[in-house]
């Protein structure tokens, strides 16, 4: 269900379940906890991509296993999902999406949950736990964080279909890939030119800019300048500028 590579930099999960459109069984989940943990640890890691095989990226918990599953699993599995999104929040790595066809209900969250999300044209989201009658209860919050009031509770309560260009206009995408074809190659430049960031300076921006978005912005400003002070402190500053300087010859 899950498949893991980790090459030159590049930590990349796969949901290979397509004849399922993907969708997240119990046993699914816990892979995608234990590949999270494994991305944490790596050392030699430097971007996360979530991305999966066929022509869906995921519908979602496994409804047809759903019922079948004993309570201490089906609790479990709550467990697991909760933690998924716990470790991509507190990754120092960055994390992308890669989404074509249907990411929708949990497939949805699992996307939201990134750091960036990379889409092609007709690719469609939604929460559409809406439609079966319950709360997309871990993507409403993500929601709330990522967008205003009203349309984070538009996508949440209407659980619609909503094409990638609609959630591009509003910035829950970053980029678009003409169609499915075109998307690999989008993916590889994005992750490419994160590759190329300085990796201290890479978690040190994630960290700072996860924790202003819940600071008052005199606090966050205030963490800023700490932050400055720290890396003029370090030398950092100054390494910067030697290479600026050897980069440009401009002194």
């Known amino acids: 269900m899950i498949e893991v590579d980790h090459r030159d930099g590049v930590y990349r999960l796969t949901l290979n379940r397509p004849r399922a459109r993907n969708a997240l069984n119990a046993a699914g989940m816990a892979g995608i906890v234990e ?98 009658g319950f709360p997309a209860a871990v993507c409403t919050p993500l929601l709330a964080h990522l967008l205003g009031p009203r349309l984070g509770l538009e996508l949440a309560l209407f659980g619609e279909a909503v094409g990638a260009e609609r959630l591009y206009e509003i910035g829950l995408i970053n980029t678009l890939a003409d169609d499915d074809a075109a998307l690999p190659a989008l993916a590889e430049d994005f992750v490419g030119r994160l590759l190329a960031l300085n990796p201290s300076a890479v978690k040190q921006t994630k960290e700072t800019f996860r924790a202003a978005r819940s600071m008052p912005l005199d606090q966050a400003l205030t963490m800023g300048k700490h932050l400055h002070q ?3 402190a370090s030398g950092s500053f100054a390494a910067g500028s030697a290479e600026f300087v050897a980069r440009t010859g401009k002194g």
């Open 230 to 232: 720290l890396l003029d």
């Open 35 to 132: 590949a999270l943990r494994q991305a944490e640890t790596a050392k030699d890691a430097r971007v996360l991509v979530i991305q999966a095989a066929g022509e869906s990226f995921s519908a979602g918990r496994d409804l047809k296993e759903a019922p079948t599953l004993p309570l201490a699993t089906s609790l479990q599995q709550h467990d697991d999902w909760a933690t998924v999104f716990q470790r991509l929040q507190r990754l120092s790595i960055p994390s992308v999406a890669v989404v074509n066809g249907f990411a929708v209900a949990g497939g949805f969250t699992l996307a939201m949950g990134c750091d960036f999300v990379l889409a092609s044209r007709g690719a469609k989201f939604g929460a559409m736990e809406m439609a079966n």
